[in-house]
């Protein structure tokens, strides 16, 4: 992602390239080019799949486990939700329903999901206006226009999370606010962390580099030739006072700061989160709108129950997010299907 170019094999996937008249294994790895474009926390892309009788089989990818900053594995599962509400809407929008299975064998604990294909369907207007969305979200770190984002859209953004099992609130002024300076905060904390900088480093994309995850050094403010030695910058110094600064700005200044969180806090509500945080960001997409993380607080132990009680909702806080218009985001780098598909 050193360069934010698409790669023409994963983002350029188009409908026109689905194969009708093929056996149906075929056509699921087709559909699988969709499910690689979810987000996922540092851009680990943390999942494999295996297409087998009709079925569809998700697994965690535990060697992309961020040991540091997502110990629990949490952000692991909310990625992998998220690449399987996808598919669901892959499916859909070629004529077929999804039976899905979440966490199919507890004993397995990296065995995630089992989709079946279904019984046809219909595909609605707005079941291809968020399969359409699929390619074109992308995160945005810039800053966004003060064009406020009306309450009709929010209402329509909380219940596409909802249809998930999840909740979302939003924001206020005063909460915003509190919000940002926690989450500048939780910044200093993070980066006084050497640990956390060694890990954060380790996913830093220089410009030029044939990576295909990871995140891209001008989305960490090194451009140009300094991205370079961005790792080591990071790695070395402490940055936390200007991270946190400019977080807090992008916080303070964004139209529409929201809190999605679940009522319970295992690994497959960490599964419904992601999936929820999926059809929320498509949705959003469906109206012009751009989003970005800022979930620094939620990652700190200490910090996450802050922010379950400036969204003053029972429950676990999962991810904060800000929202709103403004300029378009390049694509991030994606691992190609042939890195996470296990062939029996």
């Given at each position: ?15 026109i390239?689905?194969?009708?008249a ?7 790895r087709y559909?699988?080019?969709?499910a ?5 926390s ?8 295996r ?21 629990a ?7 992998c939700?998220?690449?399987l ?11 077929r ?27 609605t207007?707005?079941?291809?206006q ?11 770190r810039?800053p966004f226009?003060?064009?406020p ?18 909740w979302?609130?939003?924001l ?10 926690i989450i ?16 954060l ?10 990576r ?26 402490d ?16 139209p ?29 997409r ?11 607080a939620?990652?700190?132990?200490q ?9 003053g909702?029972?429950g ?10 403004g ?15 296990m062939?029996?």
């Amino acid at each position: 992602m050193a360069t934010t170019q698409r790669a023409p094999d994963v983002w350029s996937v188009a409908p026109i390239d689905y194969p009708n008249a093929e056996p149906t294994e075929d056509q699921l790895r087709y559909l699988l080019r969709y499910a690689i474009l979810a987000p996922s926390s540092h851009n680990a892309q943390p999942w494999l799949f295996r297409i087998s009788e009709s079925a569809v089989h998700l697994y965690a990818d535990r060697a992309r486990t961020l040991i540091v900053v997502d110990p629990a594995d949490r952000q692991l599962h909310m990625g992998c939700g998220a690449a399987l509400l996808n598919l669901r809407l892959a499916l859909r929008r070629f004529g077929r329903s999804s039976i899905v299975t979440l966490m199919p064998w507890l004993k397995q604990r990296d065995y995630l999901a089992r989709v079946r294909v279904g019984p046809p369907v219909t595909p609605t207007l707005r079941d291809h206006q968020l399969f359409d969305a699929i390619p074109q979200r992308h995160t945005s770190r810039k800053p966004f226009d003060l064009r406020p984002v009306s309450h009709m859209i929010f209402e329509e953004l909380a219940a596409a999370a909802e249809a998930e099992g999840a909740w979302l609130v939003r924001l206020h002024p005063d909460d915003k606010l509190r919000a940002a300076e926690i989450i500048a905060a939780a910044d200093r904390k993070q980066f006084q962390d050497r640990e956390f900088r060694s890990e954060l480093a380790q996913w830093l994309v220089a410009r030029g580099s044939r990576r295909r995850d990871g995140i891209p050094c001008t989305e960490k403010g090194f451009s140009g030739a300094r991205s370079y030695a961005a790792p080591l910058i990071v790695r070395t110094f402490d940055r936390g006072d200007a991270v946190a600064a400019q977080d807090h700005d992008l916080a303070t200044g964004s139209p529409l700061m929201v809190v999605l969180g679940t009522d319970g806090d295992k690994p497959v509500d960490w599964l419904r989160a992601g999936q929820a945080m999926q059809r929320m960001l498509l949705t959003a997409r469906t109206h012009g709108l751009s989003a970005s993380f800022l979930n620094q607080a939620i990652e700190l132990d200490q910090m996450r129950p802050l922010i379950g009680t400036i969204a003053g909702r029972s429950g676990f806080p999962q991810l904060m997010l800000r929202l709103g218009y403004g300029p378009e985001a390049p694509s991030t780098r994606r691992r190609s299907l042939r890195d996470v598909l296990m062939v029996e």
